[in-house]
């Protein structure tokens, strides 16, 4: 599984969302700034963060707590 973690600098919610990703034990993600993109920033302005899961093209928008984070693998 190949995930990626779509974020800003200096974004109180990343922040949140990296701690939740850690309590979930995560397995190993990338993570992607979308400042300064403009198709990332069209596709995620908004939304971040953003986990992804580039296998199966599925998305996990934020809000999410490590119990959600978890379930959501596990349907991988």
Known sequence: MRLVLFQRDDCHLCDLALAELAQARVPEFSS????????LEALYGQRVPVLRDDDGRRELDWPFDAATVSAWLAQA
């Open 32 to 39: 992607v700034f979308i400042d300064f993109d403009n198709a």
